[in-house]
């Protein structure tokens, strides 16, 4: 994506006059442009619309005259549609920009080839930076807003050109995503304000469109189709600034597999991806990730209609389940559990007004109501008992396709849902166009399976966890504003692009940063290595360092646990058969201090688009194996380093004193995070990885055991 884009002006236009260049006649004429004509027309547009062709100039369409240029107009237009064939795309950029047009959509795709589609994009981007003109594309499928009944696209899943007016806004890399979403979404009681297709970003990149969306007082909630991020630091603030605000975010992000991860040469560049860092994003932020469209359109719906339970009352993950029959019942729980929430047994009193209420006895949680679901009046008694005495702030109802009875047992879970304080979600397989409308209308979140629901009602959780908890986001938000400026070049003093264990090791432990006891023998020379582990004390680990040897474990190049001059000397004449063998250059020997404790990955990577991002997982050998990490952006505070080592299953239980084993003095491991993320920060650009793996924690004692490092 495009990046050091020009920031736009603030806000977007609510459009007095529209102009569309290069509007045309659906029948033989210019297909978008007569399509972004018709919806601005059929939609309701409350504005003046001004089609612009010089070539039917003089003629009309939709009963509306046609003119020849913008310059004709009778009023100077606040946006303008740019879908002219492309060799008179930038003439009507420049004349907008000379006319003061507030904002451009070039609906019009980039062609030739790619020098010269390079060409066309940096022009585009050169006159909005000269003059001020917010441009949205080239290649956008268009904006729309259905609260101004504004249809400025050619998309062809609207009916009659209408958008469902709301609170949401959707800002989308994809333009058939939005026109998949407006035919989902269909009449829902659940609307819009701005969608916008962002098309190529040449000028305005999505960041800058979400913060205006998160300074629009008509949004309430925001959703993002992702294919990549062009300036990742406003990204950042922006989805911080949307969390201040209250505002939910709602992504789904394309393009995280393994297989488009970038092939690098230390373990950190495998195993943390363009997913982990935006998880880690994620967690900052409160950006919910989903994984479907299914769930990203049903999720944004439901964080829409149910922002905060009902009177601001805490969600805390505990839920009673109602379900129509014990099989269902039973996979509910293992759904329910998968997300780490509870299903609290029911009290005895609370069995005894269920079994008052329906007549059915022993019900437990989850309840399998199926000899009384039919009885509209009975669901709602159950709903109601359970919210009265069971201690759950929600409830999930999972029903089937229900048949003849299906119309009126939906209407009792609306009128229950009305009655009680807890979130409500519903899951009905086979549900149908009438019990949805049931649902919809009462704005109660209805899915056609359990997951689904599960996966929403987590998205709420999160949401309301994260506001009760602004402080953190306040924090990051002061040091983001205060962080300094790139620093200068840094580099590696050798002429290398890779720092071995020993060049990172000598320049950690000069930054002050604690390495375990180590001297360095700059060749193979077993009387120096003895003398060096002799000075050190037994035991010891010696390494073999040179640039060419990637992986040192893997080719024999280290021997551990060595404790007297004899095990070195052996090691040493090892480490020269690797060295014959592999032809190595440069290759020295490390030799250290044998130090114990729970092995850790700690590592810089630094992303394309958001700078140094730190790396937590396990480490040792099997950093690759067990590929569990977790990663935040860089600068970042202390709270966020204590959130990002709780992220990681398997390392929280090492840190806790896995079998015997000291647990680890937190706080002194976050210091040393933050002291290793600082020393990383303070390097220009050049560094693009670091690697130290492992760094052995013990208690409240942490060495950094081997590193490396990579410079562009």
Known sequence: MASNLPSPRLGLPVPKAIAVAGASDINGGNYYGARVLANLVEGGANAEIYPINPRLAGSTLHNLPVYGSLSDLPTTPDLVFVVTPIKFVIPTLEEAAKLGVDTCVVVTAEGGSEDERRIFRDRITELAQSSGLRVIGPNSMGVMNGTLSLNGSFASGTVGGRVPPGTIACLSQSGATLSAMLQWFGDSSVGFSWLISTGDESATGIEALMQVMVDDPQVSSIMLFLEGVGDGSAFRRAALAAKMAGKPVTMLQVGKSDKGREAVASHTGRVAGTREVFSGLANETGIVETDSFVEFFGTARALSQ???????????????????????????????????????????????????????????????????????????????????????????????????????????????????????????????????????????????????????????????????????????????????????????????????????????????????????????????????????????????????????????????????????????????????????????????????????????????????????????????????????????????????????????????????????????????????????????????????????????????????????
């Open 306 to 712: 149910r922002p905060h339970r009902r009177d601001n009352l805490p969600r805390a993950r505990r839920a009673a389940m109602l379900s129509v029959s014990g099989g269902a019942a039973s996979l509910g729980a293992d759904q329910i559990y998968a997300f780490g929430w509870e299903l609290p047994e029911f009290s005895d009193r609370t069995a005894a007004a269920l079994a008052e209420v329906t007549g059915q006895t022993g019900v437990h949680n989850p309840a399998d109501l199926g000899g009384v679901w039919r009885d509209p009046e009975k669901m709602k008694r159950a709903m109601t008992t359970i919210a009265r005495h069971a201690d759950v702030d929600t409830i999930f109802v999972s029903m089937g396709a229900g048949g003849v009875f299906a119309d009126a047992v939906a209407a009792a879970i609306v009128a229950a849902a009305e009655a009680i304080t807890q979130d409500v979600f519903v899951a009905w397989v086979g549900m149908s166009d009438a019990v949805q409308s049931i649902f919809d209308e009462a704005g109660i979140s209805a899915f056609p399976d359990l997951p689904l629901a599960v996966r929403a009602a987590e998205a709420c959780a999160k949401f309301a966890q994260g506001q009760a908890n602004l402080a953190q986001s306040k924090d990051l938000i002061q040091l983001l504003s205060d962080a300094p400026a790139a620093p200068e070049n840094t580099g590696p003093i050798s002429a290398s692009s890779l720092w071995t264990v020993t060049e990172a090791l000598l320049h950690l432990r000069q930054a002050g940063l604690p390495c375990a006891a180590f001297e360095v023998v700059d060749s193979l020379d077993a009387d120096a290595v003895v003398t060096c582990a002799e000075t050190i004390g037994y035991p010891v680990v010696v390494k073999l360092s040179s640039t060419d040897l990637n992986h040192k474990s893997d080719d024999g190049g280290v021997a551990v646990g060595l404790k007297d001059a004899q095990a070195v000397r052996a090691a040493v004449d090892t480490f020269q058969t690797i060295a014959t063998r592999k032809n190595l250059t440069r290759a020295s020997v490390l030799v250290q201090k044998m130090e114990h404790g729970v092995e850790i990955l700690v590592g810089i990577k630094r992303d394309p688009s958001f700078g140094p991002v730190l790396v937590v997982g396990l480490g040792g050998t099997l950093a690759e194996l067990h590929s569990e990490v977790a990663a935040t952006i860089l600068p970042t505070t202390p709270a966020v380093l204590r959130d990002l080592l709780s992220r990681n299953t398997r390392l929280n239980m090492l840190l806790d004193g896995y079998r015997g084993h000291p647990a680890a003095d937190r706080e002194a491991f976050v210091a040393f995070l933050a002291d290793f993320a600082q020393w990383a920060q303070n390097k220009d650009e050049a560094l693009q990885e670091v690697d130290l793996n492992p760094v052995m924690v013990s208690g409240g004692q942490i060495s950094i055991v081997d590193a490396r490092a990579v410079w562009n």
